[in-house]
């Protein structure tokens, strides 16, 4: 599979691969050398209304809306232990489809396989309701019920591990689904279909719509039947879907962007907060919506600390994805290549001096940006208030506590932070003290599937992950109340 053609890719609407109803294609090109890898269909409004017509009547008619909980789970499992069968081949896809380090896309796979095993477990244990007696009159008790069809809406930068974190707990509580990738990265996507097929699940319980956002997305969120919207993604596509979703009253949950800080005080374990930062804005190409994009460092170590980055950033190998030795890939199109450099070149118009690594000659076919540090940059630079995407690290300088936390705070948005400092006490005080919804300290963005995933601000609304995602998104609590003694009713009109 190393660069080559792979088939074309249709829609997955009620069990079955289709075309659309058209027979538009969009080339899906590889990022590492540009020419074409497959094509393809692209959804219309009429297709996605099609997809959601089969998930409703999955739910409602067939089996999976009524099906007692062991079987449901075993569909689950079936699904995780598939992903794991093909966890190299989805690698591959991955690495192929997104110009992600194959060394990456492996780990992500085996990541997509515990989300399904995780939610089979935290639907078990977590999703069940509460009883509240009241004296010897009333039982009053809760139960968590499906919405019925979710659309989930998902991202290139990490497609397959990032759309099963949505597709797994959407499943595991009953919902059927209709997925919308992003147009970018249709290839695991396919797969996904594909092992879910394998596994048995009913027809119309899972479907694929490709197609663009501005028309398989907008349809899928207009539809007044689909009870729910979860998206990953930029914040200006966020905000529309909001808008979209509001005539239907839709629930909604919004994963957006991020400029996320990394603050690294004089008294750090420096070669720990140096492998997290370079780590944190060079892994995933710098296409990761928690990346620190903007690191700060205490005047006392910044001239040390970027010595060092600078050598890291020679360090850093550049190329084929397909190689396990590549740490940086190339981005996942042209159109994001020419974006991210512009930013570049406006970092160099603002007074940053730009230090960057080198592309080899031989991968210059490729989407690829060089690991880039923007020095004697200030926190109002447009280059450090955009989100850029991109392996690009703005350091910026500080003196005080008081002074990095308003800096670190002065951005629209809000997703997540790091702190690296030996004073235990003035981490927790700087990590309460930063609007993200997320903060680590003295380490690096490492995850607990048990925690909430979510930001502030424009980084989003809601939260992903753990018993957040079931009780608070997927399910609805419905009270039920009953009498079980003698009471006293008002008498009215008698």
């Not at 297709?47 to 009524?66: Q, S």
């Not at 499906?146 to 707990?169: H, Y």
């Not at 995602?469 to 997927?474: I, P, S, V």
Request: charged share 25%; hydrophobic share 40%.
């Amino acid at each position: 599979m190393n660069h080559c053609k792979v088939a074309d890719v249709q829609l997955y609407i009620n069990g079955e691969f289709v075309d659309a109803t058209t027979e538009e294609q969009k080339e899906n090109r590889n990022p590492y050398t540009n020419d074409i890898t497959n094509r393809t269909t692209m959804a219309t409004a009429a297709d996605v209304e099609l997809a959601v017509d089969a998930a409703e009547k999955a739910f409602h008619e067939g089996p999976w809306g009524k099906m007692k909980l062991k079987e449901r789970m075993s569909y689950i499992e079936r699904i995780a232990d598939l992903i794991d069968e093909e966890a190299e081949d989805i690698a591959l896809l991955e690495s192929l489809d997104s110009g992600l380090p194959i060394s990456q896309t492996k780990k992500m796979a085996a990541r997509a396989a515990e989300n399904f095993r995780f939610y089979s477990r935290m639907v078990q244990a977590r999703l069940h309701g509460d009883a509240y007696p009241v004296d010897q009159d009333f039982i009053n008790y809760t139960i968590y019920q499906p919405l019925g069809v979710v659309g989930l809406i998902t991202p290139w930068n990490a497609p397959f591990m990032l759309t099963t974190w949505k597709v797994a707990p959407a499943l595991a509580s009953g919902n059927t689904v209709v997925l919308k990738p992003a147009e970018l990265s249709p290839l695991s996507a396919n797969r996904l279909a594909e092992i879910i097929q394998r596994a048995g699940v009913p027809a119309g319980v899972f479907n694929v719509v490709h197609g663009y956002g501005e028309v398989a997305g907008e349809a899928l969120v207009k539809n007044a039947k689909v009870k729910a919207i979860s998206f990953t993604g930029e914040t200006t596509t966020g905000k529309e879907i909001i808008r979209n979703a509001a005539d239907s009253l839709k629930k909604t949950s919004m994963e957006l962007g991020g400029k996320s800080p990394l603050i690294v005080f004089d008294d750090a374990d420096m070669e720990q907060a140096l492998d997290a930062a370079v780590w944190g804005i060079f892994s995933f190409n710098g296409e990761r919506c928690t990346a620190n994009s903007r690191v700060f460092l205490q005047q006392g170590i910044k001239e040390k600390f970027i010595e060092k980055l600078k050598e890291r950033v020679d360090q850093i190998v550049i190329g084929d994805p397909m190689d396990t030795k590549t740490e940086l890939g190339p981005l996942i199109d042209r159109g994001h290549y020419n974006k991210v450099t512009n930013y570049i070149k406006i970092a160099k118009e603002e007074g940053c001096t730009v230090y960057q690594g080198t592309v080899p000659a031989d991968h210059k076919a490729g989407n690829f940006v060089p690991p880039t540090l923007l020095l004697d940059a200030t926190n109002e630079m447009k280059v450090c208030q955009d989100e850029i995407f991109g392996p690009i690290m703005a350091v910026i300088g500080f003196d005080t506590e008081e002074e990095v936390i308003q800096m670190a705070n002065d951005v629209e948005y809000g997703l997540a932070g790091y702190v690296w400092t030996n004073d235990i006490k003035r981490g927790h005080r700087v990590a309460q003290a930063i609007d993200s919804g997320m903060l680590w300290i003295n380490a690096q963005n490492v995850r607990d599937l048990r925690i909430p995933f979510g930001g502030m601000k424009a980084s989003g609304i809601g939260r992903e992950g753990g018993h957040f995602a079931l009780l608070e998104f997927y399910t609805e609590p419905k009270a039920i109340h009953v009498a079980i003694g003698n009471h006293a009713i008002p008498q009215f009109g008698k």
